[in-house]
C-alpha cells in the first residue's frame, strides 16, 4: 500500500465515521442523519480507486463494519430483525456494484465540467441498480413474501425508491461539493504561496 497519503486516510476515516453515524435508521428522523451506506459505497469506490489493494482491505472494512452496526442494532437494541433473512447475504453484491461504479468512473473522467454530468448519471445509475439489487433479492430469499406477486411487492417497494436515491445523491453531492472546494482552498493557498516566494 505505498504511496497512501493523509488525503485518502481521511476519505477512509470519513466514511467510517459516516456509517457509524448514520448505519442506525433508514429514514433519519429528528435527531438522526438518514442512512448513507449506497452513498458511503459509491465514495469508497470513486476516491480509493487508484489504491487496489486499499480499495479491497477498505470494502471489506465497510461491509464488516455495517454487519457489525446491523448486529448491535438487532440484538443489543433490540431493533426489528425482520430483514436478517438469507437476503441479507444480497448487501454485498448491492454494496459491490456501487463501489464498482463509483470505481469505474474514477479511472475514466475527472470531477469537472462534463465528468459532473458523467458522475451524476453514473451515481443516480448505481443507487438505482442498488435499490433494485436489495429489494428484489429480499423478495426472492426472505421468505416473508409467499402469498405476495412480484408486481404487489414491486408496487409496494417503489414508494421508496426516490426517499433510498435520492439521499445517496444528496450525499454524494455534499462529498463531490466539499472536495471541490477543498481543492479551490488548496489552488489559492498554493498560488498565494508562490507569489509570495
Same mark, same amino acid.
Given at each position: ?12 476515516? /470519513? #466514511? ?11 429514514? !433519519? ?21 487508484? =489504491? ?9 472494512? +465497510? ?10 442494532? /438487532? ?18 453484491? /448491492? =454494496? ?16 469537472? !465540467? ?6 451524476? #448519471? ?40 426516490? @426517499?433510498?436515491? @435520492?439521499?445517496?445523491? #444528496? ?6 461539493? +466539499? ?8 489552488? #489559492? ?9
Amino acid at each position: 500500500m505505498n504511496n497512501i497519503n493523509s488525503k485518502v486516510v481521511a476519505v477512509f476515516a /470519513t #466514511l467510517v465515521v459516516l456509517m457509524a453515524a448514520t448505519r442506525f435508521d433508514h429514514f !433519519g428522523s429528528a435527531v438522526s442523519l438518514p442512512d448513507a451506506s449506497y452513498a458511503i459505497f459509491f465514495l469508497g469506490g470513486l476516491y480509493l480507486a487508484r =489504491y487496489v489493494r486499499l480499495s479491497v482491505v477498505a470494502f471489506s472494512a +465497510l461491509i464488516i463494519e455495517a454487519g457489525l452496526i446491523d448486529f448491535y442494532a /438487532t440484538s443489543i437494541q433490540g431493533i426489528s430483525d425482520w430483514c436478517m433473512t438469507p437476503a441479507y447475504w444480497f448487501l454485498i453484491p /448491492t =454494496y459491490g456494484s456501487l463501489w464498482f461504479v463509483g470505481r469505474w468512473f474514477a479511472l475514466r473522467y475527472k470531477l469537472e !465540467g462534463v465528468g459532473l454530468v458523467g458522475l451524476a #448519471l453514473a451515481s443516480w445509475g448505481a443507487c438505482s441498480f442498488a435499490f433494485f439489487l436489495s429489494n428484489a433479492s429480499f423478495y426472492l430469499f426472505s421468505e416473508h413474501f409467499a402469498t405476495m406477486t412480484a408486481a404487489e411487492y414491486g408496487m409496494n417497494v417503489a414508494q421508496y425508491y426516490v @426517499s433510498y436515491v @435520492s439521499v445517496a445523491l #444528496l450525499y454524494i453531492a455534499g462529498a463531490v461539493a +466539499l472536495q471541490m472546494t477543498f481543492d479551490i482552498v488548496a489552488r #489559492l493557498l498554493d498560488s498565494s504561496r508562490s507569489q509570495a516566494s
